[in-house]
């Protein structure tokens, strides 16, 4: 596949970067959005709560019961809980038609809920070379699926910390955005080269909501905002697990090993406030990808229960597992129920 030449924004944003400063480029760009935005009648904003993932062998016993009852559905059993799930295992294979429909099929019970899926990394992180049609085609079997039954709230294109804001890069974040540009897209980059003044109205643009990131904070790392850039709003809460977050050989469940703390989130729930007064918002999604033993779980409990108001439900074990953190905020489901799923 021939890469497309750089056009437009993408090449004005290398040559001409920003020398003001990181936080007056985001304003800049955020003052331009908001004066854009359409104000008239009352809209409710959709606030979707939820964590990344749901099958992970260490939520059993904390998230789910152990053992579990029989024909128990684990993926049923958290859309109980949360109206949204950001699919994890899309980012290593995409899914195939007939997974999506059995996804589908699980959270019908909850008919506010909705998937958002992180893009298959061959189109994030493994860029060495251009990715075949036939490739592109089994991304799209799978989400076309989710897209069609009105479940799928967002695509997350995902790109690491090393994706830094070159000409080739930009080049390449432009061919995966208009391959995919049929699916709400929502961009999560992580270096601070991305920041130039123009970069939050060129997402507007394209119709691309920016995802708004927690993360470990080290050299050139993008910091917390709450910016809005299209329809979707998107908050993805990393945890901050400062010691394994770059550490090549740390296992991927000691970088996500973090509980955040009431007073940790409070400004993420201000700032999911702020993104869904947004104009241009119609949904906002809230995600929490520190998912070591459920503490993503708890996370995204007690951040629904500040924004909305209110205790929720939590699954028993969770509740247990992470009393201190949450008798504020929520109160356990019954033990009876486990059987219902």
Same mark, same amino acid.
């Given at each position: 596949?021939?890469?497309?030449?750089v056009?437009?924004?993408?090449?004005?944003?290398l !040559?001409h970067?920003? !020398?003001?400063g990181?936080?007056q480029a985001?304003?800049?760009?955020?003052?331009?959005?908001?004066?854009?935005?359409?104000?008239?009648r009352p809209?409710?904003?959709?606030? !979707?709560?939820?964590?990344?993932?749901?099958?992970y062998?260490?939520?059993?016993?904390i998230?789910?019961p152990?053992p579990?009852p029989?024909?128990?559905?684990?993926?049923?059993?958290?859309?109980d809980?949360?109206d949204?799930?950001?699919?994890?295992?899309?980012?290593?294979?995409?899914p195939?038609?007939r997974t999506?429909r059995?996804?589908?099929?699980?959270?019908?019970?909850?008919e506010?809920?909705?998937f958002?899926?992180k893009?298959?990394?061959?189109?994030?992180?493994e860029?060495?070379?251009?990715?075949?049609?036939?490739?592109?085609?089994?991304?799209?079997s799978?989400?076309?699926?989710?897209?069609?039954?009105?479940k799928?709230?967002?695509v997350?294109?995902?790109?690491p910390?090393?994706?830094k804001?070159?000409e080739?890069?930009?080049e390449?974040?432009?061919?995966?955005t208009r391959?995919?540009?049929?699916?709400?897209?929502?961009?999560?980059?992580?270096?601070?080269s991305?920041?130039?003044?123009d970069?939050?109205?060129?997402?507007?643009e394209?119709?691309?909501?920016?995802?708004?990131?927690?993360?470990?904070?080290?050299?050139?790392?993008?910091?917390?905002?709450?910016?809005?850039?299209? !329809?979707?709003?998107?908050i993805?809460v990393?945890?901050?697990?400062y010691?394994d977050?770059?550490r090549?050989?740390a296992?991927?469940?000691?970088r996500y090993?973090?509980?955040?703390?009431?007073d940790?989130l409070?400004p993420w729930?201000?700032?999911?406030?702020?993104?869904?007064?947004?104009?241009?918002?119609?949904?906002?999604?809230v995600?929490?990808?520190?998912h070591?033993k459920?503490?993503?779980?708890?996370?995204?409990?007690?951040?629904?229960?500040?924004?909305?108001?209110?205790?929720?439900?939590?699954?028993?074990?969770?509740?247990?597992?992470?009393r201190?953190s949450?008798?504020?905020?929520?109160?356990?489901a019954?033990e009876?129920e486990l059987?219902?799923?």
């Amino acid at each position: 596949m021939r890469m497309p030449s750089v056009r437009g924004y993408w090449l004005q944003h290398l !040559r001409h970067p920003f !020398r003001g400063g990181t936080e007056q480029a985001f304003m800049s760009g955020m003052n331009v959005r908001r004066s854009s935005g359409k104000r008239g009648r009352p809209r409710r904003t959709e606030v !979707r709560f939820g964590p990344a993932g749901w099958m992970y062998k260490d939520w059993e016993g904390i998230v789910y019961p152990k053992p579990k009852p029989p024909h128990f559905d684990q993926l049923a059993y958290i859309a109980d809980f949360f109206d949204t799930i950001e699919i994890n295992s899309s980012f290593y294979g995409p899914p195939a038609p007939r997974t999506s429909r059995q996804w589908v099929q699980r959270v019908s019970a909850n008919e506010g809920f909705r998937f958002t899926a992180k893009l298959w990394k061959r189109f994030t992180h493994e860029r060495a070379k251009a990715w075949t049609r036939s490739e592109v085609t089994k991304v799209r079997s799978g989400f076309d699926v989710l897209m069609e039954s009105g479940k799928l709230g967002a695509v997350l294109l995902q790109f690491p910390w090393s994706f830094k804001r070159t000409e080739a890069n930009q080049e390449w974040l432009e061919d995966v955005t208009r391959t995919f540009n049929l699916y709400p897209l929502v961009l999560e980059v992580r270096h601070s080269s991305w920041l130039t003044p123009d970069f939050l109205p060129m997402l507007a643009e394209e119709g691309i909501g920016f995802v708004n990131i927690d993360q470990p904070l080290f050299s050139k790392s993008i910091g917390p905002t709450a910016h809005a850039t299209s !329809r979707v709003g998107y908050i993805r809460v990393h945890g901050r697990n400062y010691k394994d977050w770059f550490r090549k050989k740390a296992p991927v469940e000691q970088r996500y090993n973090y509980l955040y703390r009431a007073d940790q989130l409070e400004p993420w729930v201000e700032r999911t406030k702020e993104v869904a007064a947004d104009p241009a918002t119609r949904e906002v999604y809230v995600v929490t990808n520190n998912h070591y033993k459920g503490k993503a779980v708890a996370n995204a409990l007690m951040m629904k229960s500040m924004t909305v108001g209110g205790t929720v439900t939590a699954p028993p074990g969770v509740y247990e597992a992470y009393r201190e953190s949450l008798e504020d905020y929520a109160d356990p489901a019954p033990e009876s129920e486990l059987n219902t799923y």
